[in-house]
T-cell receptor, first 109, second 112 residues
């Protein structure tokens, strides 16, 4: 399976600030996905970026992909307390997806 | 409403007592899979299925069985549970190999 490694492991910011999370992976991919998990709940899909795309936006989310460096980043702009969650990157396709330990984001008021 | 339904949400059992965790989806998705989530280890894939009667091992299949007799259901069977199978389990589905996954709400299993 293909697994992404998220960095940092934990991130604490204040409401209104931007949050940036990074992901690295080891082998070539067709696409890369980002997911969010609220404490103990199922993961929720946020955004999918294909290997021929460099950047993708969805609302306050911005994802970049650098296939030459085998890395991706997720930027959450103007964060809110409701963004508090763990965030996971998942490189590859469905049958090969394994999720790392994620980045735990804490947004305080 | 599109749903992935897992049951039960919580389960406490004893070593060796066979159990089944059910997963059902109403989205006509071809792909279904099971994951377990443990602190410090992330989510690891147990088994997956690309379609009816087609299943394959993930990264941690030992001690588990699955079946895919119908497209909508993908039960996870623990024939003889052991304490090291205490974990949070998730079922996930996808429209295809290239599509995003939809997760159930999880089953927290404790084996004593």
């Amino acid at each position: 399976s293909q697994q992404g490694e998220e960095d940092p492991q934990a991130l604490s910011i204040q409401e209104g600030e931007n949050a940036t999370m990074n992901c690295s992976y080891k082998t070539s991919i067709n696409n890369l996905q980002w997911y969010r998990q609220n404490s103990g709940r199922g993961l929720v899909h946020l955004i999918l970026i294909r290997s021929n795309e460099r950047e993708k936006h969805s609302g306050r989310l911005r994802v970049t992909l650098d296939t030459s460096k085998k890395s991706s980043s997720l930027l959450i702009t103007a964060s809110r307390a409701a963004d508090t969650a763990s965030y996971f990157c998942a490189p590859g396709t469905a049958s090969k997806l394994t999720f790392g330990t994620g980045t735990r984001l804490q947004v305080t008021l | 409403e599109a749903q992935v339904t897992q049951n039960p949400r919580y389960l406490i059992t004893v070593t060796g007592k066979k159990l089944t965790v059910t997963c059902s989806q109403n989205m006509n998705h071809e792909y279904m899979s099971w994951y377990r989530q443990d602190p410090g280890l992330g989510l690891r894939q147990i088994y997956y299925s690309m379609n009816v009667e087609v299943t394959d091992k993930g990264d941690v299949p030992e001690g588990y069985k699955v079946s895919r007799k119908e497209k909508r259901n993908f039960p996870l069977i623990l024939e003889s549970p052991s304490p090291n199978q205490t974990s949070l389990y998730f079922c996930a589905t996808g429209q295809s190999e290239m599509a995003p996954l939809h997760f159930g709400n999880g089953t927290r299993l404790t084996v004593t």
